[in-house]
Protein backbone atom coordinates (compact mmCIF):
# COMPACT_ATOMS: atom_id res chain seq x y z
CA UNK A 1 0.00 0.00 0.00
CA UNK A 2 1.20 3.16 -0.92
CA UNK A 3 1.84 6.52 1.03
CA UNK A 4 -1.35 8.21 -0.89
CA UNK A 5 -3.74 5.22 -0.02
CA UNK A 6 -2.68 5.03 3.76
CA UNK A 7 -3.32 9.07 4.05
CA UNK A 8 -6.35 8.23 1.99
CA UNK A 9 -7.81 5.90 4.23
CA UNK A 10 -6.99 7.42 7.23
CA UNK A 11 -8.90 10.78 6.11
CA UNK A 12 -11.66 8.67 5.49
CA UNK A 13 -11.58 6.70 8.85
CA UNK A 14 -11.16 9.57 11.16
CA UNK A 15 -13.76 11.79 9.17
CA UNK A 16 -15.96 8.62 9.66
CA UNK A 17 -15.07 7.81 13.40
CA UNK A 18 -15.45 11.41 13.90
CA UNK A 19 -19.13 11.76 13.10
CA UNK A 20 -20.21 8.83 15.38
CA UNK A 21 -21.11 8.77 19.22
CA UNK A 22 -22.26 5.58 20.76
CA UNK A 23 -22.99 2.03 18.69
CA UNK A 24 -21.46 2.49 15.06
CA UNK A 25 -22.78 -0.59 14.52
CA UNK A 26 -25.83 0.29 12.23
CA UNK A 27 -23.33 3.29 10.93
CA UNK A 28 -22.36 3.27 7.39
CA UNK A 29 -18.57 3.64 6.70
CA UNK A 30 -16.82 5.37 3.86
CA UNK A 31 -17.32 3.42 0.67
CA UNK A 32 -13.61 2.92 0.58
CA UNK A 33 -14.09 1.00 3.89
CA UNK A 34 -16.44 -1.45 2.99
CA UNK A 35 -16.40 -5.33 2.42
CA UNK A 36 -18.09 -6.66 -1.10
CA UNK A 37 -20.42 -8.62 1.06
CA UNK A 38 -23.20 -8.13 3.61
CA UNK A 39 -23.11 -9.09 7.27
CA UNK A 40 -25.97 -12.05 6.53
CA UNK A 41 -22.74 -13.34 4.86
CA UNK A 42 -20.50 -13.65 7.93
CA UNK A 43 -22.00 -17.11 8.55
CA UNK A 44 -20.28 -18.70 5.55
CA UNK A 45 -17.10 -18.87 7.88
CA UNK A 46 -18.63 -22.03 9.68
CA UNK A 47 -20.15 -23.73 7.21
CA UNK A 48 -17.63 -23.51 3.65
CA UNK A 49 -15.21 -26.61 5.09
CA UNK A 50 -18.28 -29.46 5.27
CA UNK A 51 -15.33 -32.13 6.17
CA UNK A 52 -14.21 -29.98 9.46
CA UNK A 53 -18.22 -29.11 9.95
CA UNK A 54 -19.13 -32.78 10.41
CA UNK A 55 -16.36 -34.15 11.73
CA UNK A 56 -17.74 -33.91 14.90
CA UNK A 57 -20.72 -36.54 14.13
CA UNK A 58 -18.50 -38.98 12.56
CA UNK A 59 -16.47 -39.43 16.19
CA UNK A 60 -17.61 -41.79 18.78
CA UNK A 61 -15.17 -40.52 21.43
CA UNK A 62 -17.08 -37.60 23.42
CA UNK A 63 -13.27 -36.13 24.22
CA UNK A 64 -12.49 -36.45 20.61
CA UNK A 65 -16.35 -34.66 19.55
CA UNK A 66 -15.06 -31.81 21.84
CA UNK A 67 -11.70 -31.34 19.98
CA UNK A 68 -13.38 -31.44 17.13
CA UNK A 69 -15.55 -28.64 17.87
CA UNK A 70 -12.65 -26.60 18.72
CA UNK A 71 -10.93 -27.34 15.84
CA UNK A 72 -14.44 -25.84 13.60
CA UNK A 73 -14.35 -23.05 16.22
CA UNK A 74 -11.09 -22.27 15.36
CA UNK A 75 -10.34 -23.13 11.42
CA UNK A 76 -13.38 -20.40 10.82
CA UNK A 77 -11.95 -17.51 12.59
CA UNK A 78 -9.51 -15.96 10.35
CA UNK A 79 -12.39 -15.85 7.36
CA UNK A 80 -14.78 -14.61 10.07
CA UNK A 81 -13.07 -11.50 11.74
CA UNK A 82 -10.59 -10.88 8.58
CA UNK A 83 -13.49 -9.49 6.41
CA UNK A 84 -11.92 -8.82 2.87
CA UNK A 85 -8.98 -8.77 4.56
CA UNK A 86 -5.89 -10.80 5.46
CA UNK A 87 -3.18 -10.96 7.97
CA UNK A 88 -1.37 -8.66 5.46
CA UNK A 89 -4.10 -7.20 4.13
CA UNK A 90 -6.18 -4.37 5.96
CA UNK A 91 -9.85 -5.88 7.02
CA UNK A 92 -13.06 -3.72 5.79
CA UNK A 93 -16.69 -3.57 6.69
CA UNK A 94 -19.36 -5.78 5.63
CA UNK A 95 -22.11 -3.81 4.50
CA UNK A 96 -24.90 -3.26 7.41
CA UNK A 97 -27.74 -5.81 6.25
CA UNK A 98 -31.50 -4.76 5.83
CA UNK A 99 -34.39 -5.64 7.67
CA UNK A 100 -35.46 -9.23 6.49
CA UNK A 101 -32.34 -9.76 4.43
CA UNK A 102 -31.83 -13.43 3.67
CA UNK A 103 -28.96 -14.98 2.35
CA UNK A 104 -28.66 -19.08 1.65
CA UNK A 105 -25.92 -21.02 0.08
CA UNK A 106 -24.10 -24.65 0.58
CA UNK A 107 -20.79 -25.70 0.03
CA UNK A 108 -20.14 -29.43 -1.05
CA UNK A 109 -16.61 -31.73 -0.18
CA UNK A 110 -16.89 -34.63 -2.86
CA UNK A 111 -14.30 -36.67 -1.63
CA UNK A 112 -15.56 -36.43 2.09
CA UNK A 113 -19.35 -36.90 0.92
CA UNK A 114 -20.39 -34.05 2.99
CA UNK A 115 -22.74 -30.64 2.26
CA UNK A 116 -23.26 -27.89 4.69
CA UNK A 117 -26.32 -26.14 4.14
CA UNK A 118 -26.41 -22.05 5.15
CA UNK A 119 -29.13 -19.94 5.75
CA UNK A 120 -29.47 -16.01 7.73
CA UNK A 121 -32.14 -13.69 7.92
CA UNK A 122 -31.61 -10.22 9.41
CA UNK A 123 -34.22 -10.37 11.94
CA UNK A 124 -33.70 -6.75 13.43
CA UNK A 125 -32.31 -3.82 12.07
CA UNK A 126 -32.40 -1.70 15.39
CA UNK A 127 -30.70 -2.83 17.25
CA UNK A 128 -28.85 -5.13 14.61
CA UNK A 129 -29.63 -8.92 15.05
CA UNK A 130 -28.66 -11.67 12.35
CA UNK A 131 -30.01 -15.03 12.80
CA UNK A 132 -28.25 -18.29 10.82
CA UNK A 133 -28.59 -21.91 10.71
CA UNK A 134 -26.28 -24.65 9.66
CA UNK A 135 -26.70 -27.92 8.59
CA UNK A 136 -25.50 -31.13 7.41
CA UNK A 137 -28.22 -33.21 6.84
CA UNK A 138 -26.70 -36.42 6.27
CA UNK A 139 -24.51 -36.86 9.05
CA UNK A 140 -27.01 -35.54 11.11
CA UNK A 141 -25.22 -32.19 12.29
CA UNK A 142 -25.99 -28.65 12.65
CA UNK A 143 -25.19 -24.88 14.19
CA UNK A 144 -27.78 -22.59 15.29
CA UNK A 145 -26.90 -19.24 16.40
CA UNK A 146 -27.68 -15.18 16.51
CA UNK A 147 -25.76 -12.16 17.20
CA UNK A 148 -26.21 -8.42 18.01
CA UNK A 149 -23.46 -6.19 17.21
CA UNK A 150 -22.20 -3.36 19.14
CA UNK A 151 -19.56 -1.42 17.90
CA UNK A 152 -17.91 1.47 19.66
CA UNK A 153 -14.35 3.63 19.26
CA UNK A 154 -11.91 4.49 21.50
CA UNK A 155 -8.41 4.36 19.60
CA UNK A 156 -9.67 1.65 18.70
CA UNK A 157 -13.16 -0.11 17.06
CA UNK A 158 -14.58 -2.35 19.84
CA UNK A 159 -16.99 -4.51 18.51
CA UNK A 160 -19.39 -6.66 21.06
CA UNK A 161 -21.31 -9.74 19.99
CA UNK A 162 -24.37 -10.25 22.13
CA UNK A 163 -25.59 -13.84 21.38
CA UNK A 164 -24.31 -17.36 20.62
CA UNK A 165 -24.50 -20.76 18.71
CA UNK A 166 -25.42 -24.28 19.38
CA UNK A 167 -23.86 -27.08 17.73
CA UNK A 168 -26.02 -30.46 18.09
CA UNK A 169 -25.20 -33.70 17.09
CA UNK A 170 -28.36 -36.28 16.14
CA UNK A 171 -26.61 -39.50 16.89
CA UNK A 172 -25.38 -38.61 20.48
CA UNK A 173 -27.67 -36.04 21.51
CA UNK A 174 -25.26 -33.76 21.95
CA UNK A 175 -25.00 -30.03 22.62
CA UNK A 176 -22.03 -27.62 22.17
CA UNK A 177 -22.44 -24.40 23.84
CA UNK A 178 -20.07 -21.90 21.42
CA UNK A 179 -19.24 -18.14 22.47
CA UNK A 180 -19.20 -15.42 20.10
CA UNK A 181 -15.57 -13.62 21.15
CA UNK A 182 -15.46 -9.56 21.24
CA UNK A 183 -13.30 -8.31 18.79
CA UNK A 184 -10.99 -5.14 19.07
CA UNK A 185 -9.64 -3.56 15.50
CA UNK A 186 -6.31 -2.09 15.38
CA UNK A 187 -3.35 -0.88 13.18
CA UNK A 188 -5.17 2.30 12.26
CA UNK A 189 -2.04 4.29 12.17
CA UNK A 190 -0.25 1.71 9.67
CA UNK A 191 -3.52 1.69 7.42
CA UNK A 192 -3.46 -1.46 7.42
CA UNK A 193 -6.60 -2.77 9.71
CA UNK A 194 -6.74 -6.24 12.11
CA UNK A 195 -8.82 -7.86 14.71
CA UNK A 196 -7.78 -8.88 17.51
CA UNK A 197 -9.23 -11.33 20.39
CA UNK A 198 -8.72 -10.57 23.70
CA UNK A 199 -10.11 -12.72 26.55
CA UNK A 200 -11.18 -16.30 27.89
CA UNK A 201 -13.69 -17.97 26.34
CA UNK A 202 -15.32 -21.30 26.82
CA UNK A 203 -17.07 -23.94 25.01
CA UNK A 204 -19.05 -26.52 27.16
CA UNK A 205 -20.09 -29.87 26.01
CA UNK A 206 -23.36 -31.95 27.49
CA UNK A 207 -21.38 -34.97 27.34
CA UNK A 208 -19.07 -32.96 29.92
CA UNK A 209 -16.02 -31.98 28.16
CA UNK A 210 -15.07 -28.09 28.44
CA UNK A 211 -13.26 -26.16 26.26
CA UNK A 212 -10.79 -22.86 27.80
CA UNK A 213 -9.79 -20.82 24.87
CA UNK A 214 -7.34 -17.92 26.26
CA UNK A 215 -6.50 -15.15 22.99
CA UNK A 216 -4.06 -12.56 23.77
CA UNK A 217 -2.31 -10.00 20.93
CA UNK A 218 0.25 -7.77 19.90
CA UNK A 219 0.99 -5.17 23.26
CA UNK A 220 -0.11 -8.12 25.57
CA UNK A 221 3.01 -10.40 27.41
CA UNK A 222 4.23 -12.42 24.38
CA UNK A 223 3.23 -9.73 22.35
CA UNK A 224 2.49 -11.30 19.14
CA UNK A 225 -0.70 -10.47 17.16
CA UNK A 226 -3.75 -13.33 17.60
CA UNK A 227 -2.32 -15.64 19.73
CA UNK A 228 -4.35 -17.97 21.65
CA UNK A 229 -3.89 -20.98 24.16
CA UNK A 230 -6.97 -23.80 24.48
CA UNK A 231 -7.13 -26.56 26.53
CA UNK A 232 -9.97 -29.36 27.03
CA UNK A 233 -10.72 -31.18 30.47
CA UNK A 234 -13.63 -32.96 31.88
CA UNK A 235 -16.02 -31.08 33.84
CA UNK A 236 -16.05 -34.33 36.40
CA UNK A 237 -12.62 -34.50 37.20
CA UNK A 238 -11.85 -32.41 40.19
CA UNK A 239 -8.22 -31.38 39.35
CA UNK A 240 -9.04 -30.50 35.37
CA UNK A 241 -6.30 -32.06 34.43
CA UNK A 242 -6.33 -30.71 30.45
CA UNK A 243 -6.62 -33.44 28.25
CA UNK A 244 -5.72 -32.05 25.06
CA UNK A 245 -3.56 -28.70 24.19
CA UNK A 246 -3.65 -26.39 21.43
CA UNK A 247 -1.74 -23.50 20.95
CA UNK A 248 -0.79 -21.54 18.42
CA UNK A 249 -1.79 -18.02 15.95
CA UNK A 250 -5.53 -18.55 15.04
CA UNK A 251 -4.60 -16.21 11.56
CA UNK A 252 -1.43 -18.50 10.87
CA UNK A 253 -1.68 -21.86 12.70
CA UNK A 254 -1.44 -23.86 15.86
CA UNK A 255 -0.26 -26.89 17.31
CA UNK A 256 -2.71 -29.93 18.85
CA UNK A 257 -1.27 -32.13 22.03
CA UNK A 258 -2.45 -34.73 23.77
CA UNK A 259 -1.04 -34.19 26.88
CA UNK A 260 -1.77 -38.13 28.27
CA UNK A 261 1.13 -39.35 25.57
CA UNK A 262 2.92 -36.36 25.05
CA UNK A 263 2.32 -36.96 21.33
CA UNK A 264 1.30 -34.06 18.66
CA UNK A 265 -1.81 -34.94 16.98
CA UNK A 266 -1.59 -32.37 14.20
CA UNK A 267 0.11 -28.94 13.54
CA UNK A 268 -2.26 -26.93 11.32
CA UNK A 269 -1.43 -24.41 8.73
CA UNK A 270 -4.23 -21.88 8.01
CA UNK A 271 -2.83 -21.34 4.35
CA UNK A 272 -2.58 -24.87 3.17
CA UNK A 273 -3.57 -25.89 0.07
CA UNK A 274 -5.33 -29.05 1.77
CA UNK A 275 -6.91 -26.56 4.32
CA UNK A 276 -8.55 -24.41 1.38
CA UNK A 277 -12.65 -23.77 2.14
CA UNK A 278 -14.43 -25.34 -1.18
CA UNK A 279 -16.44 -23.71 -3.43
CA UNK A 280 -19.45 -22.01 -2.72
CA UNK A 281 -22.96 -22.82 -4.44
CA UNK A 282 -25.23 -20.13 -4.37
CA UNK A 283 -28.13 -19.21 -7.38
CA UNK A 284 -27.59 -17.04 -9.99
CA UNK A 285 -28.19 -13.06 -8.96
CA UNK A 286 -30.99 -13.14 -11.69
CA UNK A 287 -32.59 -15.66 -10.07
CA UNK A 288 -32.53 -15.05 -6.12
CA UNK A 289 -35.32 -13.15 -4.59
CA UNK A 290 -35.45 -9.41 -4.38
CA UNK A 291 -34.70 -10.09 -0.47
CA UNK A 292 -32.13 -12.00 -0.93
CA UNK A 293 -28.29 -10.22 -0.25
CA UNK A 294 -26.29 -10.68 -3.12
CA UNK A 295 -29.16 -9.45 -5.34
CA UNK A 296 -30.28 -6.67 -3.41
CA UNK A 297 -26.86 -5.13 -2.67
CA UNK A 298 -26.00 -6.12 -6.79
CA UNK A 299 -25.24 -2.21 -7.47
CA UNK A 300 -23.27 -2.00 -4.51
CA UNK A 301 -21.37 -4.62 -5.33
CA UNK A 302 -21.11 -3.68 -8.93
CA UNK A 303 -19.60 -0.37 -8.16
CA UNK A 304 -17.23 -2.06 -6.19
CA UNK A 305 -15.88 -4.11 -8.54
CA UNK A 306 -15.03 -1.54 -10.89
CA UNK A 307 -14.28 0.98 -8.51
CA UNK A 308 -17.15 2.89 -9.06
CA UNK A 309 -17.64 4.68 -5.36
CA UNK A 310 -20.03 7.44 -7.04
CA UNK A 311 -22.51 3.73 -8.21
CA UNK A 312 -21.25 2.67 -4.77
CA UNK A 313 -22.91 5.25 -2.72
CA UNK A 314 -25.78 6.29 -5.07
CA UNK A 315 -26.60 2.60 -4.98
CA UNK A 316 -26.15 2.35 -1.33
CA UNK A 317 -28.51 5.28 -0.10
CA UNK A 318 -31.13 4.21 -2.86
CA UNK A 319 -31.99 0.84 -0.55
CA UNK A 320 -31.32 2.72 3.03
CA UNK A 321 -33.42 5.24 2.14
CA UNK A 322 -36.19 2.76 0.78
CA UNK A 323 -35.25 0.53 3.72
CA UNK A 324 -36.41 4.19 6.36
CA UNK A 325 -39.25 4.56 4.19
CA UNK A 326 -40.47 1.01 4.73
CA UNK A 327 -40.47 1.22 8.64
CA UNK A 328 -41.98 4.91 8.19
CA UNK A 329 -45.15 3.27 6.70
CA UNK A 330 -45.06 0.19 8.94
CA UNK A 331 -45.49 2.66 11.76
CA UNK A 332 -48.27 4.71 10.33
CA UNK A 333 -50.21 1.07 9.77
CA UNK A 334 -49.72 -0.11 12.95
CA UNK A 335 -47.34 -3.38 11.67
CA UNK A 336 -45.00 -4.75 13.50
CA UNK A 337 -42.33 -6.34 10.98
CA UNK A 338 -42.13 -10.61 11.12
CA UNK A 339 -39.22 -12.42 9.82
CA UNK A 340 -39.44 -15.00 7.25
CA UNK A 341 -37.42 -17.83 8.40
CA UNK A 342 -36.73 -17.45 12.28
CA UNK A 343 -38.37 -16.64 15.23
CA UNK A 344 -37.90 -15.55 18.66
CA UNK A 345 -38.28 -18.01 21.94
CA UNK A 346 -37.74 -16.67 25.32
CA UNK A 347 -34.91 -16.41 27.41
CA UNK A 348 -35.81 -18.92 30.34
CA UNK A 349 -36.57 -21.37 27.42
CA UNK A 350 -33.02 -21.77 26.13
CA UNK A 351 -32.72 -25.09 28.34
CA UNK A 352 -29.48 -26.16 26.51
CA UNK A 353 -27.66 -22.39 27.11
CA UNK A 354 -28.89 -22.35 30.73
CA UNK A 355 -27.35 -26.13 31.53
CA UNK A 356 -24.34 -25.13 29.58
CA UNK A 357 -23.52 -22.05 30.42
CA UNK A 358 -23.26 -22.72 34.48
CA UNK A 359 -20.24 -21.68 35.99
CA UNK A 360 -18.84 -20.59 32.30
CA UNK A 361 -20.07 -16.68 33.26
CA UNK A 362 -21.87 -16.28 30.12
CA UNK A 363 -24.96 -13.69 30.35
CA UNK A 364 -27.96 -15.38 27.77
CA UNK A 365 -28.66 -11.06 27.29
CA UNK A 366 -32.30 -12.50 25.59
CA UNK A 367 -33.43 -8.48 26.40
CA UNK A 368 -31.11 -7.13 24.61
CA UNK A 369 -31.64 -9.57 21.63
CA UNK A 370 -35.29 -9.93 21.42
CA UNK A 371 -35.17 -13.25 22.80
CA UNK A 372 -33.56 -16.44 21.40
CA UNK A 373 -33.95 -17.07 17.36
CA UNK A 374 -34.34 -20.34 16.42
CA UNK A 375 -35.13 -21.38 12.67
CA UNK A 376 -38.14 -22.22 11.75
CA UNK A 377 -38.02 -25.42 9.86
CA UNK A 378 -41.58 -25.86 8.30
CA UNK A 379 -41.22 -22.80 7.03
CA UNK A 380 -37.70 -23.01 5.40
CA UNK A 381 -38.82 -26.86 4.05
CA UNK A 382 -41.98 -25.18 1.99
CA UNK A 383 -40.23 -21.88 0.92
CA UNK A 384 -41.05 -20.56 -2.82
CA UNK A 385 -40.11 -17.36 -4.60
CA UNK A 386 -41.32 -15.07 -4.44
CA UNK A 387 -40.67 -15.20 -0.76
CA UNK A 388 -42.57 -11.69 0.31
CA UNK A 389 -44.88 -11.59 -2.95
CA UNK A 390 -45.05 -8.20 -4.52
CA UNK A 391 -43.45 -6.77 -1.52
CA UNK A 392 -39.38 -5.54 -2.10
CA UNK A 393 -36.85 -3.95 0.11
CA UNK A 394 -37.50 -0.72 -2.31
CA UNK A 395 -40.58 -0.32 -0.74
CA UNK A 396 -43.94 -0.55 -0.50
Not at 76 to 96: E, F, H, M
Not at 110 to 129: C, D, F, N, R, Y
Request: charged share 25%.
Amino acid sequence: MDSKSVSSRLRDLVKFLGTVQGDLSNVTGPPSLLAPSSVVEVGHCWAQRPAVFAAPARESNPEKRALLVLRWFLIALRSQLYVAGAPKVSIKKPLNAFLGELFFASWTDESAKSTTKLVAEQVSHHPPITAMHIVDEDHGIRADGYARVEMTFNGSVNIRQVGHAVVHIDAFEEDHLIPLPDVKVRGFLSGCMYPEIIGTYTITSSSGFVTEIKFSGEGMIRGKRNTFEARIYSKHDPKKESIYTVNGIWSEGWTVKEVRTGETLEKYVVDAPENRPVPITIDNVAEQDPWESRRAWQGVLSGMEYGDMRQVLAEKTRIENAQRQMRLVEKARGETWTPLLFKSMNGEDHAVFHELSAGTGMSLDADRTKGVWRVCRDELRGLQRPYRGDLTPFGY
